[in-house]
């Protein structure tokens, strides 16, 4: 079976708990690194990273991107969204169609 992450803040991350998800509370740059690695290393199929957690490390999530494990998907915390998420689809619909069909403004 397919092993699911979410990394983020705990009040963010905690009520994955219940739904069977491996919640791995980080908020420094450096403990986040430290759970993607941990991710990476043991193989997890996606990884769910809230956007304030992702912000602190787009530069790795960027290098996982041509990975075929594990998808990186930034999700909104319990304080909102960044937009970052989103961006993301945007980006990548926009790479697969070759125009940005959503129609969202950056």
Do not use: W
């Amino acid at each position: 079976m397919n092993r699911v992450a979410v990394i983020g803040d705990r009040d963010s991350v905690m009520g994955f708990r219940a739904l069977g998800m491996e919640s791995m509370e980080a908020t420094s740059r450096t403990d986040i690194l430290a759970c993607l690695e941990r991710v990476v290393g043991e193989g997890y199929a996606v990884v769910f990273i809230t956007e304030p957690a992702a912000a602190l490390v787009m530069d790795k999530i960027a290098e996982l991107r041509p990975l075929r494990l594990p998808a990186v998907v930034p999700i909104p915390s319990t304080h909102g969204s960044l937009g970052i998420g989103m961006e993301q689809v945007k980006e990548t619909v926009k790479k697969a169609v070759g125009i940005d069909i959503l129609g969202f403004d950056s």
